[in-house]
């Protein structure tokens, strides 16, 4: 009940709100209502009051000087709880009424008549009261004067409030106005700076008006005439169709109108417009009128040309990039060039030129549309293309010609490029390191043509590229020959140490049994110094059989190699310090190895190998025991390795043969491995100098490696490895 009080009362406080009536300044009309109520009840004082949340204000008082009073004194709130009229004839005769401070106090109130103030909508809003300072009476006549007096208050009011709302509404329109002028002059210079065009056109008359901003966008001066038709002359023939079908189906399906097509200026230039229009007042469902603007986007579509061009460059550089690091291939690699770069600037013909040391020159390469003359794979020769041409195109720089008919060039030049049906052409060096190898040419025959930046650059940077691609492919072809050469120079050196050992052996071993056959007759026979002469010339032809053997082994390791089988390196081993059981024995030698692996080799050629490593290891021995010792480590594996310089790789096996001999100066250690290369001279070390030169051609065949480290005194370490090739043997 009470929540329902209260939200009675806000709704009360709400509507009176809407009145706008509190704390206004008096008015002559409320004025006079409350002194005829005076006038008619024939009291002393009269009010008009209305009530808020905390007090009763006057809007008209009479014999009162207060402009307000608290809410709960005086007597209005009778009215507010009847609704009706109230009339209290003595406030002394009433308990309820005798302490009321309006009646204790001044102004003495003793009589009060009170009509409540309700709108149409039944909400009271305050009271119109009559008071006196004595008791009295009121006639039915005076009661009903009182409930006129109020319904006139009440119309006060609401003729106030309609005319509050129609003032509003007046601002608001004048509002509107004032805005609805602002957009208009904003519209107008926004259409002006966005360069925007706007135009309406009749759908039954095909009647055009368009902005003067609508004819620049077309290239036309403001007094121009445009009608619909008109307009179509102007737009490219190619996209006429398509703007025709864009407005059709526009107002067919009732959408927007959208275009873009290019303008064909009165000076020819060709400019992208783009129309946005929308189709309206409907009549029968059907719009009559069609209203839209244009826009000149040259400059946008030019961007978005150039973005697209970029990115066909870059992409035809990848592409042409990929095929340089692929293949190598030179032919392929132009073939692209010419087919792509055709493509891309849409040229009648592209060709590679390649120029020969006479002045002559050869097309390579030619992409060419047809109904042009084919060049490809002609031999030419210009006359007029001067030692000076060549020059300027040595220092980098190109030619572009738009119209030959017209460029400064000799005649005899321009018939040279004519017979080949050219009209416009771009020229561009391909150079390899500082030389002139070639040209790249762009020729245009159907008409002349200006050629851009963008053509001349792509042209330029791809005669770059080809140029890179030349220089590796010459590169490699000199490899290929150099490493040809190099295998045919080998097996020729080879074949001949055999031939020549070979040969060599039969008179050799001769002279050696005449030799020894001198020597058994004659020795003491003779004097002293032939028997010197005798024994020098056996010792001689001795050491030139162990030389010739040795040569003969040498030649033999690729020629007489066998296939690679599984090998016991142990039994290797074991076969090759039998090999040198003499030599052991003499020197007192300890050998000693890690347990041995398997391999995949050739036994006989490993045997020799550590036949080889360990008589060094032996005879360049210092003055104590000589301790040699084989190990062995897979890579990939941890055994052993804190002892070794060397981390072998996965997939191989690292031999070594350490000894505690003499050493080797570090500025030999790869010197050692050439033939005939020694350090020693034969009176103190004897050899031939082939032994480590057969070591590593045998550790070569394998697919391994052989290398030493050492110190001078120190004694040596002779690595070598062998792949593992266990699993994948073929
Ligand atoms: P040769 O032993 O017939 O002289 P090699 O080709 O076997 O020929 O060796 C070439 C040279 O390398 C030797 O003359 C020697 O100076 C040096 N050399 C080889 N092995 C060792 C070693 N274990 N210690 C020191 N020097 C060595």
Not at 652 to 673: A, C, H, M
């Amino acid at each position: 009940m009470k929540a329902e009080r209260t939200d009675e009362e806000a709704v009360r406080l709400k509507a009176l709100r809407q009145y706008q009536i509190l704390d206004t300044e008096p008015e002559e009309a409320y004025d006079s209502l409350a002194q005829l109520a005076a006038y008619i009840c024939g009291t002393p004082m009269a009010l008009v009051n209305f009530i808020d949340e905390h007090r009763q204000w006057f809007k008209a008082r009479v014999g009162l000087d207060v402009p307000e009073m608290p809410r709960n004194v005086g007597l209005s709130y009778l009215c507010q709880k009847r609704r009706d009229i109230v009339v209290v004839t003595d406030t002394l005769a009433n308990e309820e009424f005798a302490q009321n401070p309006v009646v204790i106090a001044d102004p003495y109130v003793r009589f009060y008549a009170g009509v409540p103030l309700i709108t149409p909508t039944g909400d009271m809003l305050g009271t119109l009261c009559v008071l006196d300072r004595v008791p009295r009476e009121l006639s039915q006549k005076q009661m009903d004067a009182l409930l006129a007096l109020s319904r006139q208050v009440i119309s006060q009011l609401e003729l106030r409030r309609n005319l509050a709302e129609v003032s509003r509404y007046a601002e608001e329109l004048k509002r509107t106005e004032t805005s609805l002028r602002e957009s208009e002059q904003r519209l107008n210079l926004a259409l002006q700076t966005a360069r925007l065009g706007s135009w309406q056109l009749d759908l039954k008359t095909e009647e055009l008006s368009a902005s003067n901003q609508c004819k620049v966008n077309f290239g036309l001066p403001s007094e121009a005439e445009l009608s619909y038709s008109k307009l179509f002359e102007y737009i490219h023939p190619d996209d006429r169709a398509s703007v025709q079908e864009s407005v059709k189906q526009a107002l067919e399906n009732k959408t927007d109108y959208e275009a873009e097509y290019r303008n064909i200026w009165p000076d020819s230039s060709v400019h992208w417009a783009l129309a946005r229009g929308r189709g309206v007042e409907e009549v029968n469902n059907k719009p009559t009128r069609m209203i839209g603007v244009t826009l000149d986007i040259t400059d946008r579509k030019q961007v978005e040309e150039e973005f697209k061009r970029q990115n066909r460059r870059s992409q035809l550089f990848a592409e042409i990039t990929v095929k340089i690091r692929e293949t190598l291939q030179l032919e392929e690699i132009l073939h692209t060039t010419v087919t792509e770069v055709q493509k891309l600037l849409q040229a009648d013909r592209v060709l590679v030129f390649q120029l020969w040391a006479d002045g002559s020159g050869t097309v390579v390469q030619e992409a060419v549309l047809p109904g042009w003359p084919v060049i490809l794979g002609k031999n030419l020769f210009d006359p007029c293309f001067k030692e000076e041409y060549l020059e300027r195109y040595r220092q980098g720089r190109f030619s572009a010609m738009e119209d030959i008919e017209s460029a400064h060039i000799q005649p005899c030049h321009r018939e040279f490029l004519q017979q080949f049906a050219v009209k416009a052409n771009l020229v561009v060096p391909i150079l390899v390191r500082e030389g002139i190898w070639g040209l790249l040419l762009a020729h245009q025959c159907a008409t002349p043509r200006r050629w851009n930046s963008f053509e001349t650059e792509l042209l330029q940077q791809l005669a770059n590229q080809i140029g890179i691609a030349i220089s590796q492919a010459q590169l490699l072809e000199k490899e290929t020959c150099y490493s040809q050469e190099l295998a045919r120079s080998n097996a020729e050196l080879e074949q001949f140490a055999y031939v020549a050992s070979h040969d060599l052996q039969e008179p050799l071993r001769m002279v050696t049994s005449y030799l020894q056959l001198l020597e058994k007759r004659y020795k003491t026979k003779l004097d002293a110094n032939a028997d010197q002469f005798i024994a020098y010339a056996v010792d001689g032809a001795h050491r030139m059989q162990t030389l010739i053997n040795e040569l003969l082994n040498y030649s033999r390791v690729s020629t007489r190699g066998q296939p690679f089988m599984p090998v016991d390196c142990s039994a290797v081993l074991k076969q090759a310090i039998a090999n040198l059981k003499v030599a052991i024995e003499e020197s007192g030698a300890i050998v000693t190895h890690d347990p041995l692996p398997e391999v995949i080799a050739d036994a006989t050629q490993l045997t020799q190998v550590f036949q080889n490593l360990i008589s060094n290891a032996i005879k360049f021995r210092q003055n104590l025991t000589p301790q040699i010792h084989i190990g062995v480590v897979k890579g990939g594996t941890d055994a052993d390795r804190e002892s070794l310089n060397v981390i072998p790789s996965k997939d191989e096996w690292l031999f070594w043969v350490r000894d505690n001999g003499i050493g080797i100066e570090s500025q030999y250690v790869e010197r050692i491995f050439v033939i005939f290369q020694r350090l020693h001279g034969r009176a103190k070390y004897p050899g031939t100098g082939i032994g480590l030169a057969i070591c590593k051609k045998i550790i070569e065949r394998h697919g391994g490696n052989i290398w030493v480290e050492s110190e001078p005194g120190q004694g040596s370490i002779f690595y070598f490895t062998i792949p593992d090739r266990a699993g994948k043997q073929s």
